[in-house]
């Protein structure tokens, strides 16, 4: 079955510079590509995704890259502020919806003033 | 507005003890999905559904067990409890070409 990895599990960046969380994945059937934000006590709520017919995506600061050769993603996160502290999930599929996620272990991202 | 919900938000019990978490939709979905979320493991699926009478195991499946008996609702069974599943529990629903939606979570501690 699919396996996500990803890296760093902590990272800590100052406010104003960029961050940049990478994943890993197995299957190479696998098209989808979503991240999920999760702030302190609550659920996971998605931020932006990404399928396999495209190589990067942007949303305002947030942007996703894919390279499906390799078979990893990562998700930057450019002027970062303290809101953005929060941990972030990577996670894979063979498509969006009825397929289940498979998750990455998770990474706690800190914004320093 | 459409949400889910999870109760209780938060439960001690007794190793031994048979506990239940329930999971609310109100989006008319028809996949549901419960995860356990553990320090370095992420978030791992222990059972989902696909619709009602639908069940599958996940990932992290034994000593639970879940039921499909309309579509907004998909209880957590632990028929057990052990310090083992001592974690956080999320329920989560989607559409079958939608994004994947969770609740807020459901901490359990088992002594």
């Known amino acids: 079955g699919e396996n996500v990895e990803q890296h760093p599990s902590t990272l800590s960046v100052q406010e104003g510079d960029s961050a940049v969380i990478k994943c890993t994945y197995s299957?190479?059937?696998?098209?989808?590509f979503p991240w999920y934000k999760q702030e302190l006590g609550k659920g996971p709520q998605l931020i932006i995704d990404i399928r396999s017919n495209v190589g990067e995506k942007k949303d305002q600061r947030i942007a996703v890259t894919l390279n499906k050769t390799a078979k990893h993603f990562s998700l930057h996160i450019t002027e970062t502020q303290p809101e953005d502290s929060a941990v972030y999930f990577c996670a894979a599929s063979l498509t969006q919806g009825a397929q289940k996620l498979v998750f990455g272990q998770g990474t706690r991202l800190t914004i320093n003033p | 507005d459409a949400e889910i919900t999870q109760s209780p938000r938060h439960k001690i019990t007794e190793t031994g003890r048979q506990v239940t978490l329930a999971c609310h939709q109100t989006w008319n979905h028809n996949n549901m999905f419960w995860y356990r979320q553990d320090l370095g493991h992420g978030l791992r699926l222990i059972h989902y559904s696909y619709g009602v009478q639908d069940t599958n195991k996940g990932e992290v499946s034994d000593g639970y067990s879940v039921s499909r008996s309309n579509t907004e609702d998909l209880p957590l069974t632990l028929e057990s409890a052990a310090s083992s599943q001592t974690s956080v529990y999320f329920c989560?629903?989607?559409?079958?070409?939608?994004?994947?939606?969770f609740g807020e979570g459901s901490r359990l501690t088992v002594l």
């Open positions: 299957d190479s059937a696998s098209n989808y």
């Open positions: 989560a629903s989607n559409s079958n070409t939608g994004e994947l939606f």
